[in-house]
């Protein structure tokens, strides 16, 4: 990729029927309720994926045998307003400590028991050669636009 070329930020947004603090909790906390089948690092189907929703905390999935895979850390919190995250996943769907994008969330209450939830990627540049590729699959209609239908699901089925 072109060093000077610059890649769009990909944007999803949902409503969902909950107030901001329990959409922060399950975007967060029930992380792993909503994940995309078929999506992941290690070897086979993780048991769970985790997202620490502190300031340097991990998001990582954990294998059946205890194996971890790193995703990204969590930039920064406002807790249950807006949450930051290195997406640290590259071109060839691994974790790469020296490359990371960005990933903002925010939680916006639109009415009574009503939050929009706004998913901003952006950064792509930091993945060096595989920019492209990971702006496709995080922007295409298996990448975040279906894992927020997935989490507009659980918090609808409450």
């Known amino acids: ?3 000077s070329t610059t890649l769009a930020p990909v944007r999803a947004e949902v409503t969902v029927p909950a107030i901001p603090a329990r959409a922060f909790e399950i975007f967060t906390a029930g992380h792993d309720s909503w994940r995309t089948p078929g999506h992941f690092l290690g070897a086979e189907e993780p048991e769970e994926v985790v997202l620490e929703s502190t300031p340097g ?6 294998q059946a045998d205890g194996t971890e895979c790193e995703w990204g ?10 949450i930051v995250l290195a997406w ?3 071109g ?10 960005r990933v903002e969330v925010t939680f916006t209450e639109v009415a009574p028991g009503q939050t929009r939830v706004v998913l901003v990627h952006d950064g792509f540049e930091g993945h060096g050669d595989g920019a492209a590729i990971v702006h496709r699959g995080v922007g295409g209609d298996d990448g975040w636009p279906i894992a927020l239908d997935l989490f507009t699901k659980v918090i609808a089925a409450g």
């Open 73 to 82: 850390r969590v930039l920064d919190v406002d807790a249950p307003h807006r």
């Open 92 to 101: 060839d769907w691994q974790y790469h400590a020296d490359q990371q994008s």
């Open 88 to 90: 640290q996943v590259g």
């Open 57 to 62: 905390g991990r998001w990582y999935e954990r």
């Open 1 to 3: 990729m072109n060093p």
